[in-house]
């Protein structure tokens, strides 16, 4: 009986052991050791030491989360106040732009049509700078910050461009009122509020699909 008790015993200390490095027993934990290196086995646990970043806390993949880690903002992000502020960043470099190009066309006599042309220019080279200008604050090198502020202002700038000198001509006399007339001043800030609203929408559409200010959305 001893003997049959010892051999018994050696056979479910030889299956405990089996079961304990396969991992697919009862025990969560086993440890085997050879005296110098102790190897720990468990559920799971190889695979979650193997992969420890294959989940986010929010739930995406390790990835995922790394991939979207300074991505430019989508529709579920974007506000009405980011809009606001990408237009009014549009609507400060048009303004300026076209006023300039009204009182050089206005010094120089010019019919409407060049003066028009130039203010447009104008609008296009003071809205571009003022964008490149906070990018190059950021330390970037000329040729990505005029990439960027192309790609940032160029859909913004043309919609307010042109729907601001659409309304000027729809206003008798606006383009050829002199800089001293009310008219003057009167028709240009009334085209260029209905510009802005014209054109925060399309900015909140544009930002909320990754383009016009979303691309300069982390160099501020």
Not at 6 to 28: N, W, Y
Not at 54 to 78: K, L, M
Request: overall charge positive; hydrophobic content about 45%.
């Amino acid at each position: 009986m001893p003997r049959r008790g010892r051999v018994q015993g050696l056979r479910e200390h030889r299956a405990h052991t089996a079961v304990a490095m396969t991992g697919t027993g009862e025990p969560d934990e086993a440890r085997i050791g050879d005296g110098k290196h102790t190897v720990r086995h468990g559920r799971g646990e190889a695979a979650a030491a193997a992969h420890p970043a294959d989940h986010a806390p929010d739930g995406r993949s390790g990835r995922e989360a790394h991939a979207g880690h300074g991505a430019p903002a989508t529709h579920n992000g974007v506000t009405w106040g980011m809009a606001v502020s990408a237009t009014l960043h549009c609507l400060a470099g048009c303004a300026v732009g076209e006023v300039l190009g009204m009182v050089i066309g206005s010094a120089l006599a010019w019919p409407t049509l060049p003066t028009a042309v130039l203010a447009i220019a104008l609008a296009f080279v003071f809205g571009y700078s003022l964008t490149m200008l906070g990018l190059r604050r950021a330390r970037l090198g000329w040729r990505r910050t005029l990439r960027l502020a192309l790609a940032a202002d160029t859909l913004s700038i043309a919609v307010m461009e042109l729907v601001d000198n659409g309304v000027l001509l729809l206003i008798p006399g606006a383009f050829d009122a002199h800089l001293t007339s009310p008219l003057f001043w009167g028709g240009l800030a009334f085209s260029l509020l209905v510009a802005f609203l014209v054109t925060t929408p399309i900015n909140k559409w544009l930002i909320g699909r990754g383009r016009g200010h979303a691309v300069i959305h982390g160099h501020h």
